[in-house]
């Protein structure tokens, strides 16, 4: 009786496909690695294109290609979205800080607002502004490709003194850079009283302006320190510098529009507050786009507090400022 013979089974493939598993390889490795079109993978394996297209597709889908993108920018991108993870805003741009002078971190904050609201107006905008040296450096860093229909309104009275701190400078700056029309306003920032304020606010004049202000499509503003030496604050209001103990009894970590707001981006009751010409914040949030810029340690609580506080889409800073930010953050544990 014959004796059957069992073959046993093969564990390794057949020929064809230990062959189109080599192709594949070579097809991933002189695309992805070596950075040849399909047609010249093609010319050199000796097989058609419509093969070479086959096999790069097969590779990926059995996840046989990896693709990591390393960027000098990465660790700013990711700071960013820790930022928007915060919540309180809508976008975030942080620059690299290349210095450890303030000025010059600035320039580069202001620099890239300015690419920043290039991108984004168009004929017919309106612009409003605040004065301040985060918006002056926007100013100066604007380098349009062309002139631009658009009106520079401000959002505050005006304050004389530091080129900086007069709105109606600042303003008619950026409307010349921009090839648009600049609108001044003839009020003071601050009024002597809440009745006075009143009066000023619904002068024929002024009340166009801050009309046209509402009517804006982009806000362009800063964001003021108030606890430290340094604040700008103190140069808007000469009774401020020797009210300290008002200001830090009323509970104010930071300034926008003028406005003195809290740890938690609410208005503080200063009387002060009070007596500004300013648009409200309500006002303020009424406008589609709120872009805020604030360089510097010194404006991360600031910051921390106007994102609280919902008052902006996009915030504006570098990589220290962003860095201090977070820090702020997880110390406290949330945003609340």
Not at 90 to 107: C, E, F, G, M, Y
Not at 280 to 293: D, H, Q, Y
Request: aromatic share 4%.
């Amino acid at each position: 009786m014959p004796i059957a013979k069992f073959k046993p089974k093969t564990t390794t493939a057949p020929r064809e496909e230990i062959v189109i598993a080599r192709q594949m390889h070579q097809a991933l490795v002189l695309h992805f690695l070596e950075g040849l079109t399909q047609a010249q993978i093609a010319d050199q394996l000796g097989i058609s294109h419509a093969t070479v297209n086959r096999l790069i597709k097969r590779g990926r889908q059995l996840g046989l290609v990896e693709i990591k993108i390393k960027s000098p920018i990465e660790p700013l991108v990711d700071m960013e979205e820790r930022l928007l993870a915060l919540g309180g805003i809508s976008r975030a741009i942080v620059v690299p800080s290349v210095s450890d002078n303030p000025q010059t971190a600035l320039q580069a904050v202001g620099d890239a607002a300015a690419r920043l609201l290039i991108e984004e107006i168009d004929d017919g905008d309106t612009i409003c502004i605040t004065g301040g040296k985060g918006v002056s450096a926007v100013v100066a860093g604007l380098q349009p490709p062309r002139r631009f229909n658009v009106e520079v309104i401000p959002a505050t009275g005006c304050v004389q003194g530091k080129h900086y701190t007069d709105v109606n400078h600042v303003s008619t700056l950026m409307a010349d850079r921009l090839g648009g029309r600049s609108y001044q306003i003839h009020a003071p920032l601050f009024a002597d009283d809440a009745e006075q304020r009143g009066m000023l606010i619904n002068m024929r004049s002024v009340a166009d302006v801050f009309q046209r202000a509402r009517e804006a499509k982009i806000a362009l503003v800063g964001i003021g320190s108030i606890l430290t030496d340094d604040s700008s604050y103190y140069d808007l209001h000469p009774s401020s510098s020797t009210d300290r103990a008002a200001i830090e009894r009323s509970g104010a970590s930071c300034e926008l529009l003028a406005h003195l707001l809290d740890d938690h981006g609410r208005v503080c009751d200063y009387s002060l507050n009070r007596s500004l010409v300013s648009l409200t914040l309500p006002e303020f949030a009424s406008i589609p786009m709120k872009i805020g810029v604030a360089s510097g340690p010194n404006k991360a609580g600031p910051i921390l507090s106007v994102m609280r506080g919902n008052h902006l889409d996009t915030l504006v800073t570098d990589e220290a400022t962003g860095a201090r930010i977070l820090e702020m953050a997880s110390e406290e544990g949330h945003l609340a």
